[in-house]
């Protein structure tokens, strides 16, 4: 079954820390995985695309297939990144995405 | 250049009856699709419309339906609702069906049954 895991619903660091949000997936084929990202009072938004290998506002993501793994990642924390992240696949056909449960990112000062 | 509307905002309806959301895409945007996202859960995908026919569908019961209209708007119906229907529906739209370009979402629209 396709499935996407976030083990952590609430990861809090300091300020300057490295962050990684953890994200595991289920898919018999190849897929697409994205992170999206909503700030506290917005709408959800794309953050960033495993396929365009870009690093955005800081954090980048590696799809490992070996360990279906899809990890989020940021060298130095800022208060600015506090929000709720949510890892997502979008299967074969293109139409359905599947989002994790969501992690919360709490960056203290 | 707008972006992506729902309403209403908030809506409370009693348990066996039927509601209608509605949904704007951004401009250009010719495929929209609805999600529901329970409290402290993830959107889950509920079906997709593209060029005003459905085109994917997760799931959800058939009392969970849809139409697009010329314009590339949108509604979700819901019929003989259930309490656990209360959840917050979120629309997003974007361009082509493929599914490689960016979903705009709209600010969802929290529904209560009661």
């Known amino acids: 079954a396709q499935r996407v895991t976030q083990p952590e619903k609430l990861l809090s660091v300091f300020k300057g820390a490295p962050v990684e949000l953890k994200c595991n997936y289920s898919?018999?084929?190849?897929?697409?995985l994205f992170w999206y990202v909503q700030y506290s009072r917005q709408r959800l938004q794309l953050l960033l695309r495993?396929?365009s290998r870009e690093s955005i506002k800081g954090f980048t993501a590696d799809l490992n297939k070996g360990e279906t793994s899809f990890h989020l990642k940021k060298p130095f924390a800022q208060e600015e990144d506090s929000a709720m992240y949510y890892c997502?696949?979008?299967?074969?056909?293109?139409?359905?995405?599947?989002f994790g449960a969501g992690t919360r990112l709490f960056v203290k000062a | 250049e707008t972006g992506v509307t729902q309403s209403p905002t908030h809506l409370i309806k009693t348990r066996g009856q039927q509601v209608t959301l509605r949904c704007s895409s951004q401009?250009?945007?010719?495929?929209v699709s609805w999600y529901q996202q329970a409290l402290g859960q993830g959107p889950q995908f509920i079906f997709q419309?593209?060029?005003?026919?459905?085109?994917g569908r997760g799931n959800f019961p058939p009392r969970f339906s849809g139409l697009q209209f010329p314009n590339y708007s949108s509604e979700l119906n819901v019929n003989a609702l259930e309490l656990d229907d209360s959840a917050l529906y979120l629309c997003?739209?974007?361009?082509?069906?493929?599914?490689?370009?960016?979903?705009?979402f709209g600010q969802g629209t929290r529904l209560t049954v009661v």
């Open positions: 997003a739209s974007s361009w082509g069906d493929s599914g490689n370009t960016e979903a705009f």
């Open positions: 898919y018999s084929g190849s897929p697409e």
């Open positions: 495993h396929i």
């Open positions: 997502a696949l979008k299967d074969t056909g293109g139409f359905k995405t599947i």
């Open positions: 401009s250009g945007h010719n495929t």
């Open positions: 419309y593209y060029r005003e026919e459905e085109n």
